[in-house]
């Protein structure tokens, strides 16, 4: 069972697009980082993504290269402000789950799968890289496995 954490590539402003879409190097650098993954034969059963625009879109980049076997699915609560522990009793165990999302949010829910709260600033995210987690041991904490970053060649 693995937890893979994406934050959302990069996207338009707000100014300039109240939809915010990911802007041609959020495609471009999602979709390379999804390209690595799937050389490296990441397994994904499932890609659960925010309702907003440049979550859904960096999701299903992700999904065209590394074919969750349950597809993808919207949940409403993956906002950027949205509750970290309901959505972590989410979490199906045995299944590998990537979470396509938001800072603050990825930033919360990593801290409180590693640490068990929420106010840890553990490690800082980059659009469209990753972020895997392992369960760490029968405590129901989690650790970092491998990072992979949108730089990576």
């Not at 980082?33 to 859904?56: C, F, G, N, P, Q």
């Not at 992700?62 to 074919?67: D, P, Q, R, S, V």
Request: hydrophobic letters at 40%; a neutral charge; glycine letters at 6%.
């Amino acid at each position: 069972m693995a937890i893979f954490l994406v934050q959302h590539g990069q996207a338009a402003s707000a100014e300039k697009d109240s939809q915010r879409p990911l802007t041609a190097l959020g495609i471009k650098e999602s979709s390379h980082v999804a390209s690595v993954a799937e050389y490296y034969m990441v397994i994904v059963d499932e890609i659960v993504h925010s309702d907003k625009l440049r979550a859904r879109q960096t999701a299903e980049i992700f999904a065209t290269k590394l074919k969750p076997a349950r597809g993808l699915r919207e949940d409403t609560s993956l906002s950027p402000e949205g509750n970290v522990e309901q959505f972590a009793a989410t979490l199906k165990q045995g299944e590998n789950t990537l979470v396509v999302g938001h800072m603050p949010f990825l930033q919360r829910l990593l801290s409180l799968l590693i640490t068990g709260n929420t106010s840890h600033e553990i490690m800082k995210f980059q659009n469209s890289g990753i972020i895997c987690l392992e369960p760490a041991s029968e405590s129901g904490r989690w650790q970092i496995k491998w990072t992979l970053s949108r730089h990576i060649s």
